[in-house]
């Protein structure tokens, strides 16, 4: 790999959401502070939206990692669950223990017990679910009906709902207009500009252990972040496979060419316009042009 050559600790734009890479970008600072004062105000439903790779998977991460003592989590990550499976799941987080052949009636009697024993002792309890998209309609039902534990002073149980957009156009369908009603709290996460996607990458290169001349100029951090159409993940797939080429020809930074072939070999990116298709030609004639020195260098005709 080309941590060494780098001069780099660890892998700057790695695919997995780790929390010590937090950037406090607006977007994901402000959706932050909608989950926290949700949470305090103690409402029952609180969503985040967002596009794949938009970050919600590290603004869940960050949320549970920073919530107070005095709040106890239930975080199911796989959501596809029937209501049976969910109850199941809820209950072993909760620290519960019982039977194997308890039936849904008891399990959920002691569920609810379970709640007002730990609301006695002055916890709070959020269950937060991360790609809510996922949820089965008969689910979601069953995590609406999860809300009405009450005490007469507020909820026994707060939900946090982490999902694509995908999960703002099912619960716009007429069914599931009770759940919509109880989601109080919302937002929807946004992609990056070019300053941002700047600051982003400089910032995980410096937490990487980065020290000295940058890796990429101002323009290259620019046409990433608009490849990207400002999505993380993409930055970050895009900006890995240009180090990685960079590395490969030994270079100290990366160049444009590098860039370009990243582009070409990565799907999704912002690839409509007439540059780059150019970009494509251009890799293209790279490729032929190191084949045919690599044919000529070795004598083998191609």
């Not at 660890?10 to 926290?36: I, K, R, Y």
């Not at 909820?155 to 369908?173: H, N, S």
Request: charged share 20%; hydrophobic share 40%.
């Amino acid at each position: 790999m080309y941590l060494q050559h780098f001069g780099l600790k660890e892998v700057p734009f790695s695919l997995t959401p780790n929390t010590d890479f937090f950037l406090g970008l607006p977007s994901h600072v402000e959706a932050l502070q909608v989950l926290q004062i949700a949470l305090q105000t103690g409402e029952g439903f609180i969503k985040v939206t967002g596009e794949v790779g938009t970050g919600k998977t590290l603004i869940c991460r960050k949320l549970i990692n920073e919530l107070p003592d005095n709040y106890r989590c239930a975080y199911l990550p796989n959501p596809f669950l029937s209501p049976a499976e969910m109850r199941w799941a809820v209950a072993l987080e909760l620290g519960l223990t019982f039977s194997a052949d308890i039936d849904q009636l008891q399990l959920s009697i002691l569920i609810q017990q379970q709640l007002l024993a730990l609301s006695g002792q002055g916890l709070s309890i959020v269950m937060v679910l991360d790609e809510a998209q996922a949820l089965p309609d008969e689910t979601l039902e069953a995590l609406r009906l999860f809300t009405n534990l009450e005490t007469e002073k507020r909820k026994l149980i707060q939900v946090v709902l982490f999902g694509q957009p995908e999960l703002d156009q099912r619960l716009k369908q007429d069914k599931f207009r009770q759940l919509r009603q109880r989601i109080t709290f919302s937002y929807s996460l946004r992609p990056l500009n070019n300053s941002e996607g700047q600051a982003y990458i400089q910032h995980r290169l410096a937490k990487a252990g980065r020290q000295g001349q940058p890796l990429f100029t101002g323009k290259q951090t620019a046409k990433i972040t608009t490849l990207a159409r400002g999505i993380p993940r993409l930055i970050n797939i895009l900006a890995h496979k240009s180090l990685m080429l960079s590395y490969g020809e030994g270079k100290a930074q990366v160049l444009d060419r590098h860039l370009r072939a990243a582009a070409v070999d990565t799907i999704d990116v912002q690839g409509s316009t007439k540059h780059t298709v150019l970009w494509m030609l251009g890799a293209s004639l790279l490729m032929v042009a190191a084949l045919t020195g690599y044919y000529f260098y070795f004598g083998v005709t191609p």
